[in-house]
């Protein structure tokens, strides 16, 4: 990635952090709608991989959901839980901005405070060329993938032979 490229990405993180600090957020997340986490901030994430694709399919499919009410403008979604609660916002047409927060946001500020990060995230997020973006996602992921990875494998060659007797 170029110094412009990393000059933009360190302004599009250092955004994200500041919104997830004034929502008061637990965590935040920056992806792509393939599900390629971009940034992310707040308490620590299982695993940045399977969780990018599950949000931006979950989003997806709320916007299908959407799209057979014919509602074409599906921009946000919103999920209540007892603890949680998770606000999503599309930023331009590639871009998913999710906001997992707890008792001590209120929604509406959420919304609000989502909403301009996201305008001021479009111009920065479409100056990034999908050559940074590559660049961008290797950086990102690879500390998380070769750990996902590590674990796989260890999984997978256990020490723990499986018995002959052992149903496969």
């Known amino acids: 990635m170029d110094d412009d490229g990393n000059m933009r990405l ?3 993180r250092e955004r994200v952090r500041a919104f997830a600090a004034e929502a008061q957020a637990r965590q935040v997340v920056l992806l792509e709608m393939s599900g390629h986490v971009l940034a992310a901030e707040g ?11 599950l ?16 509602e074409q403008e599906f921009h ?5 839980g007892t603890h949680l609660s998770i606000f999503t916002l599309l930023i331009g047409e590639r871009w998913l901005l999710v ?14 405070l989502a909403g301009q990060v996201a305008a001021d995230l479009a111009g920065e997020l479409a100056h990034l060329s999908g050559s940074d973006l590559a660049a961008a996602r290797a950086a990102i992921h690879s500390q998380a993938f070769r ?11 256990q020490d723990d032979p499986i018995s002959t007797t052992e149903e496969r």
Do not use: H, K
Not at 46 to 52: E, Q, T, Y
Not at 55 to 70: I, N, P, T, V
Not at 99 to 112: E, H
Not at 147 to 157: G, I, K, V
């Open 99 to 112: 906001t997992a927060f707890d008792g001590q946001s209120q929604i509406g500020l959420v919304r609000m």
């Open 76 to 80: 946000s979604f919103f999920q209540q």
């Open 43 to 53: 308490g620590a994430w299982a695993d940045d991989v399977p969780l990018g694709a």
């Open 147 to 157: 750990a996902s990875f590590d674990d796989t494998l260890a999984r997978l060659f």
């Open 10 to 12: 360190a302004q599009v």
């Open 55 to 70: 949000l931006a399919g979950l989003f997806r499919s709320a916007r299908e959901l959407a799209a057979m009410f014919d």
